[in-house]
């Protein structure tokens, strides 16, 4: 059974980080791409950052591009998101998920397994 398991939630203030992790069991992934989406409260999912099998391809929303850092190591079947200077309006529940293909797609339906989230606040 595959399971995705996040981590690395929290309070923090604005201006401050928090790294998230993604540990996944139950198969190998080190083929596949995968991804951090991100639910605010009242909002549709939306993406937020996707890495390739390999780890030489990374993707950014524009609203998280210089702020945050996507990362994996395969061997432990594990993905990162370091996130600093944080802003309020990335407060949300972060879901990692892994792609259906070898790259970091953009579209929620091109991920077919998920975490069950982990919620970052940041206040002001």
């Known amino acids: 059974q595959v399971q995705l398991v996040e981590s690395g939630g929290g309070l923090v203030q604005a201006g401050g980080s928090l790294r998230l992790s993604c540990a996944a069991s139950?198969?190998?992934?080190?083929?596949?791409?995968m991804g951090w989406f991100r639910q605010a409260p009242g909002k549709e999912r939306e993406f937020v950052a996707a890495?390739?099998?390999?780890?030489?391809?990374?993707y950014y929303a524009d609203s998280v591009k210089g702020r945050f850092t996507i990362s994996r190591d395969n061997a432990k079947n594990t993905v990162y998101l370091e996130m600093n200077k944080l802003k309020p309006e990335d407060t949300a529940v972060y879901y990692c998920?892994?792609?259906?293909?070898?790259?970091?797609?953009?579209?929620?339906?091109?991920?077919?397994?998920w975490g069950q989230g982990t919620q970052v606040t940041v206040s002001s």
């Open positions: 139950g198969r190998t992934f080190s083929t596949a791409g």
């Open positions: 998920a892994v792609a259906k293909s070898a790259w970091g797609p953009r579209k929620s339906y091109d991920y077919d397994y």
């Open positions: 890495i390739s099998w390999s780890g030489t391809s990374t």
